[in-house]
Nanobody, 126 residues
Framework: QVQLVESGGGLVQPGGSLRLSCTAS????????IGWFRQATGKEREGVSC????????NYADSVKGRFTISGDDAKNAVYLQMKSLKPEDTGVYYC???????????????????WGQGTLVTVSS
């Protein structure tokens, strides 16, 4: 059974950093990528970043390029999202999701392979 669990969110001041974790089970990173998405209150869920199968290619939304870094650790069955120079507009619930490939994840309304999880809340505020 496929399972993805997000963790690492919290309250951070503007300019601060957080590292989110997505712990996976039930499938192999050899064949699937992982996308990170976020949803702010009152807004649509949006794609933030993605890493392809075998931790190959990565991509980022323009709003986070240069500040966020996605990476994977096969031994720990985890994908991470390192977030730096956080801004109040980065606030939201962050979700990870299994994808066949990273094409299209930055498009509105992207649907991943599995149901959305609980997510982890990131609040950037002074």
């Amino acid at each position: 059974q496929v399972q993805l669990v997000e963790s690492g969110g919290g309250l951070v001041q503007p300019g601060g950093s957080l590292r989110l974790s997505c712990t996976a089970s039930g499938f192999s990173f050899d064949y699937f990528g992982i996308g990170w998405f976020r949803q702010a209150t009152g807004k649509e869920r949006e794609g933030v970043s993605c890493i392809s199968g075998n931790f190959g290619a990565t991509n980022y939304a323009d709003s986070v390029k240069g500040r966020f870094t996605i990476s994977g650790d096969d031994a720990k069955n985890a994908v991470y999202l390192q977030m730096k120079s956080l801004k109040p507009e980065d606030t939201g619930v962050y979700y990870c999701a299994r994808v066949l490939d990273c094409s299209g994840i930055l498009m509105p309304g992207f649907t991943p392979l599995d149901a959305w999880g609980q997510g982890t809340l990131v609040t950037v505020s002074s």
